[in-house]
C-alpha cells in the first residue's frame, strides 16, 4: 500500500512498498522546486520513476542504505546516478555479495556508483546526513534528512536487521543501533526498509533487542 506523510519543511514524502519482498523505496519531493531523490531503488521502481514523471519531479539521484539485491534491483532500469557506502561497493556487482543468487536469479548492476562518506552530503538541495551502521552488511548506512531518518535493514519496528548472511554481524548491528540511532533525539521518526515505520523513542522504549 503506498503512503504519504505529512510535509516536513516544504518537502513531501511519498512511501512505496515494491516488488518481491515489500520494499519501501521512499520518494523525497520539494514541493515548490520539485526536485526529487529516491531512498532505494527495488524492483518495481518504474512505479515510482512515473509517479516522478506524472508530477513533474526533479530526480537528481538513487541513494542506497545498503547493497542487498531487493534494494538495488531496481537500478538496471533507470539512469539515474546512485549513491553507495563503499563497504558496500562491491556488492552491485557480485550476486553472492547481494544474495540474488539465493533466489536464482543472478544480478550484477552495470553502472558504477558514487560513494558515500560520513557526515552530511548534499543530493541535490536535500542535505542528508550520513551515519555509517554496519551490521546487516558491512556498508549499511542509515540517512538522516531533518527529523526522518531512513535505516534501511538496521533497524525495523521492534526488531533488528537479519545477521544470518555473509559478512553480517550481529554484535557491530547491536553497537551501530545503539550509538548511532538510538542516541538521537526520540522524536526522530525511523522509516525501515521493510514493514512500518516507527520512532527512536518508540524502539528505545518497547524494542525486544534493547529492554
Ligand atoms: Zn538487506
Not at 534494494?71 to 556488492?91: A, K
Amino acid at each position: 500500500m503506498d503512503e504519504e506523510i505529512a510535509d516536513m519543511d516544504k518537502i513531501r514524502m511519498k512511501i512505496f512498498s515494491l516488488g518481491d519482498y515489500s520494499v519501501n523505496c521512499y520518494l523525497l519531493f520539494y514541493r515548490d522546486s520539485k526536485e526529487a531523490i529516491i531512498i532505494d531503488a527495488p524492483g518495481g521502481i518504474e512505479k515510482v520513476l512515473k509517479f516522478a514523471n506524472d508530477n513533474d519531479l526533479k530526480l537528481s539521484a538513487f541513494v542506497l542504505t545498503h547493497g542487498h539485491f531487493d534494494h538495488i534491483c531496481g537500478l538496471n532500469s533507470s539512469t539515474l546516478p546512485f549513491y553507495i557506502y563503499p563497504e558496500d561497493e562491491q556488492f552491485l556487482y557480485n550476486p553472492k555479495l547481494n544474495l540474488s543468487s539465493l533466489v536464482g536469479k543472478p544480478l550484477k548492476v552495470k553502472k558504477k556508483p558514487l560513494l558515500l562518506s560520513e557526515g552530511v552530503v548534499k543530493v541535490g538541495p536535500f542535505e542528508i546526513e550520513v551515519l555509517h551502521t554496519p551490521g546487516h552488511t558491512p556498508g549499511s548506512v542509515s540517512l538522516r534528512l531533518k527529523n526522518w531518518l531512513f535505516c534501511g535493514d538496521t533497524l525495523f519496528f521492534n526488531s533488528v536487521g537479519r545477521t544470518d548472511f555473509a559478512y553480517c554481524s550481529h554484535e557491530r548491528l547491536i553497537d551501530s543501533i545503539k550509538r548511532k540511532i538510538l542516541s538521537l533525539d526520540g522524536g526522530v521518526s525511523v522509516f525501515p526498509g521493510h514493514g512500518p515505520s516507527t520512532t527512536v523513542k518508540r524502539e528505545k522504549e518497547n524494542n525486544r533487542f534493547f529492554i
